[in-house]
Nanobody
């Protein structure tokens, strides 16, 4: 069983920056891609960004392109989400999940969701 553990969420002012971390443990042999997702209060969970372990394939939601950067440290089984120039609309609980490819992690993540990390952007 794959276990994601996310951290790094906090209160930040609009225009500020923060970095989230997602570390994957457990049975990771079937995991080739990791995605970040977020869910704001009263809204559905949405895809934010995805990356494969070799870093050759990266995908972003249109709403974060140019502001967020996803990266990975394969040896540490950790994926990062650098969030720059945040806006109040980025306020949400952030989660990570896994799949075998980036397109699949965007549409059909297969791992457990685990606990999210709360990001709150003040205006």
């Amino acid at each position: 069983q794959v276990q994601p553990a996310v951290s790094g969420g906090r209160l930040v002012q609009a225009g500020g920056s923060l970095r989230l971390s997602c570390t994957i443990s457990g049975s990771t042999f079937s995991v080739s891609a990791v995605g970040w997702f977020r869910q704001a209060t009263g809204k559905e969970r949405e895809f934010v960004a995805g990356i494969n372990w070799n870093g050759g394939i990266i995908d972003y939601a249109d709403s974060v392109k140019g502001r967020f950067t996803i990266s990975r440290d394969s040896a540490k089984k950790t994926v990062y989400l650098q969030m720059n120039n945040v806006v109040p609309e980025d306020t949400a609980a952030y989660y990570c999940n896994t799949a075998t490819t980036v397109p699949l992690v965007r549409e059909y993540p297969t791992g457990p969701w685990g606990q999210g990390t709360q990001v709150t952007v003040s205006s």
